[in-house]
């Protein structure tokens, strides 16, 4: 089974803040996805990336895909306390045929 | 609405008792999935289903867990006999297919055994 850790476990922050969160593994994945999840509710994806190297932005956030398809990092410029959350990243294993989660970060940015 | 949903939302049962969750997904999603997320913890697989078939169904912790899928749609989580342990929120997802598809999660249900 393919693992993957998320870094740092829990992230406070103040409103206006930028923040970079990890997801490693020892395992090479054929995608990566970050998903948002908040209180009561399922996770929702917010990006995937399929090629190593790959940057994707969508507004504030910055993702990245490690060279070797192993890492992604998703940096937040500016947090704002809509921000806060549970963030997910979740590798597809090619084996299983499934989605591995990592334990998430939790980021609560303070207003 | 058009969403993944989940019944029931809350379910609170005694140790020993039988216990199901439904999943209906969003229709057309051939691909179906069940997690479980213990509280500060990430989404742990369960199961996953391709139309009416398990495909893979290695996270099942133990046989007294149990999912179908009968007609290609609505899915069923079954535990018998369930265990303290067993508290959590059992998450479902569908995509349209798999692989690298976005998956669309329902809300969970959660499940606390006293």
């Known amino acids: 089974t393919q693992l993957l850790e998320q870094s740092p476990q829990f992230l406070s922050i103040q409103e206006g803040e930028n923040l970079t969160v990890y997801c490693n593994s020892s395992?090479?994945?054929?995608?990566l996805q970050w998903y948002r999840q908040e209180p009561g509710e399922g996770p929702v994806l917010l990006v995937t990336?399929?090629?190593?190297?790959e940057v994707k932005k969508l507004k504030r956030l910055t993702f990245q895909f490690g060279d070797a398809r192993k890492d992604s990092s998703l940096h937040i410029t500016a947090a704002q306390p809509g921000d806060t959350g549970l963030y997910l990243c979740a590798g597809y294993d090619n084996y299983g045929q499934n989605f591995v989660f990592g334990p998430g970060t939790r980021l609560s940015v303070l207003p | 609405g058009a969403g993944v949903s989940q019944t029931p939302s809350n379910k609170v049962t005694e140790k020993g008792k039988y216990v199901e969750l439904r999943c209906d997904p969003i229709s057309g999603h051939t691909a179906l999935y069940w997690y479980r997320q213990s509280l500060g913890q990430g989404p742990e697989f369960l199961i996953y289903?391709?139309?009416?078939?398990?495909?893979?169904d290695s996270g099942l912790p133990n046989d007294r867990f149990f999912a179908v899928r009968p007609e290609g749609s609505v899915s069923t989580l079954k535990i018998q006999r369930t265990e303290r342990g067993d508290s959590a929120v059992y998450l479902c997802?569908?995509?349209f297919g798999w692989g690298t598809g976005e998956l669309f999660f329902g809300e969970g249900s959660r499940l606390t055994v006293l």
């Open positions: 997802a569908s995509s």
């Open positions: 990336v399929v090629t190593g190297g």
């Open positions: 395992s090479v994945f054929s995608s």
């Open positions: 289903f391709q139309g009416t078939g398990a495909a893979d």
